[in-house]
T-cell receptor, first 111, second 114 residues
Framework: GQQVMQIPQYQHVQEGEDFTTYCNSS?????IQWYKQRPGGHPVFLIQ?????EVKKQKRLTFQFGEAKKNSSLHITATQTTDVGTYFC???????????FGTGTRLKVLA | NAGVMQNPRHLVRRRGQEARLRCSPM?????VYWYRQLPEEGLKFMVY????????ESGMPKERFSAEFPKEGPSILRIQQVVRGDSAAYFC????????????FGDGTRLSIL
């Protein structure tokens, strides 16, 4: 079945350092969504990418959708303690309305 | 605007009892998804429903688990004869129109089985 993997699984960074998480799907995706889940909280929608090669920015966050629409990345510039949490990508399974969530990358930021 | 409302936030059940988890979607949303999350793990899709219809239940165990989204009232995830392995956080999400829309999540129900 379709799989969505994320690397790394964990990442510890010093405050001010950059951070990147990568998302890889076993199948081509029509779109990809990114979510953030704070410890003890619920996932919160960040962004959706639809077009091949699309790049979107939200302040210090940069999201990219690969040309083949099978991978995506999230890059955070100059991390802050408020960036702590788990970042999930999610993509729809082909021909269905079911979203498969990636394995997640847990980010810790050391002050 | 109220977000996705889930209740209860915490639910404790003994083995063999029934657990009922409720989810009221955001206003204007007609699509509901249920996910299960174990500690420090990802979100596992369980079921996708529209009003009065189960669209995809491929992620839900065949036995003991059922879900509904009636014409009136919240969506219900029901777990019969709970076992220790059912302990998890159960999240509900809702969206507008079809699945290519952002999903808005509730705070979840933390189910603990004694």
């Amino acid at each position: 079945g379709q799989q969505v993997m994320q690397i790394p699984q964990y990442q510890h960074v010093q405050e001010g350092e950059d951070f990147t998480t990568y998302c890889n799907s076993s199948t081509t995706l029509s779109n990809i969504q990114w979510y953030k889940q704070r410890p003890g909280g619920h996932p919160v929608f960040l962004i959706q990418l639809v077009k091949s090669g699309e790049v979107k920015k939200q302040k210090r966050l940069t999201f990219q959708f690969g040309e083949a629409k099978k991978n995506s990345s999230l890059h955070i510039t100059a991390t802050q303690t408020t960036d702590v949490g788990t970042y999930f990508c999610a993509g729809p399974t082909s021909g269905t309305y079911k979203y498969i969530f990636g394995t997640g990358t847990r980010l810790k930021v050391l002050a | 605007n109220a977000g996705v409302m889930q209740n209860p936030r915490h639910l404790v059940r003994r083995r063999g009892q029934e657990a009922r988890l409720r989810c009221s979607p955001m206003k204007g949303h007609s699509h509901v998804y249920w996910y299960r999350q174990l500690p420090e793990e990802g979100l596992k899709f369980m079921v996708y429903l529209q009003k009065e219809n189960i669209i995809d239940e491929s992620g839900m165990p065949k036995e003991r688990f059922s879900a509904e989204f009636p014409k009136e009232g919240p969506s219900i995830l029901r777990i019969q004869q709970v076992v220790r392995g059912d302990s998890a956080a159960y999240f509900c999400a809702s969206s507008r129109r079809d699945a290519n829309q952002p999903q808005h999540f509730g705070d979840g129900t933390r189910l603990s089985i004694l």
